[in-house]
């Protein structure tokens, strides 16, 4: 595991979280902090809650009980887009990206909530907005040699492979400055070489964005290598909570990936594979 010295602050915090849908509960009393510097991840089988648990975070759920915390604040009923301004930023496993734009013009929409040009003042193209819109593409252009696409800048992201389309969803979120990065399964549908891709991504934002990042993903095998602490969430309810040799040789967790005596499996490793 990573260490780092502001690993003790708290970035987020989730508090007696509890939802349900109609009569189906979804979330049981969830409580943990992300804490500055690390990749904490989210794993559990499938239906276990774990976007549902995102959507709370990022204001697509209002949860029933309990509250959601950034940087000491309470954030548990605040809009989408205000959260978005805070500074919590969204990657998600469908590929949210507009087809028809170029690289660069994606990730400056990223940038909008920190503009304070409005429609008309763009039209009218005002100096102050032409230097606010330079100061922007110069973030931007930073972020592209960052995740190492500047090759394909001006390309039409609707004729990208897969693998790349990923990557300027990614560098959309970062466009936002965000101060906590939450990933709903990054590397969902990529090959071996675009997972190691993203893996390299996610540790180098990490280490020098010093960016805490909630990770949602279904490779065990990437998940043990990146994460600095995992949570696993089995039916709406925390299961288990540590380092990755800690999880992986959990009998809870082993039992609920498996659905059997965690006994036949005593280290875990069929659940990984």
């Not at 919590?88 to 013009?105: E, N, S």
């Not at 990614?170 to 190691?196: T, V």
């Not at 279904?218 to 602490?229: A, F, G, L, Y």
């Amino acid at each position: 595991m990573k260490q780092d010295q502001n690993r003790d602050a708290i970035s987020l915090s989730v508090e007696d979280l509890s939802l349900s849908f109609g009569g189906i509960q979804v979330l049981y009393n969830i409580t943990f902090d992300v804490h500055e510097g690390e990749v904490l991840s989210i794993i559990g089988p499938n239906g276990a809650g774990k976007t549902s648990l995102l959507n709370c975070l990022s204001g697509f759920y209002k949860p029933d009980r309990g509250g959601v915390f950034f940087k000491g604040r309470d954030i548990t009923r605040l809009a989408i887009h205000k959260r978005a301004s805070l500074g919590m930023a969204r990657t998600f496993q469908g590929m949210q990206v507009y087809p028809g734009m170029t690289v660069l013009d994606n990730i400056m929409a990223g940038r909008h909530v920190l503009m304070k040009t409005n429609f008309l003042q763009a039209f009218l193209h005002w100096p102050w907005v032409h230097r606010e819109e330079m100061r922007n593409r110069e973030h931007v252009e930073k972020i592209i040699d960052f995740l190492e696409i500047e090759g394909i800048r001006g390309a039409l992201v609707g004729e990208l492979g897969y693998g790349l389309r990923k990557l300027v969803d990614l560098g959309r979120a970062l466009a936002l400055d965000p101060k906590l990065l939450i990933m709903d399964e990054p590397m969902a549908g990529m090959n071996m070489e675009e997972k190691e891709d993203m893996a390299r991504f996610i540790l180098d934002i990490e280490e020098f964005l010093s960016i805490p990042i909630i990770l949602v993903e279904h490779d065990m095998e990437v998940v043990m290598d990146i994460s600095d602490r995992i949570i696993a969430i089995d039916w709406g309810n925390i299961i288990a909570e540590g380092a990755p040799e800690e999880i992986q040789k959990d009998p809870k967790v082993i039992n609920a990936y498996l659905g059997q005596d965690a006994e036949d499996d005593p280290m875990g490793y069929k659940a990984w594979e």
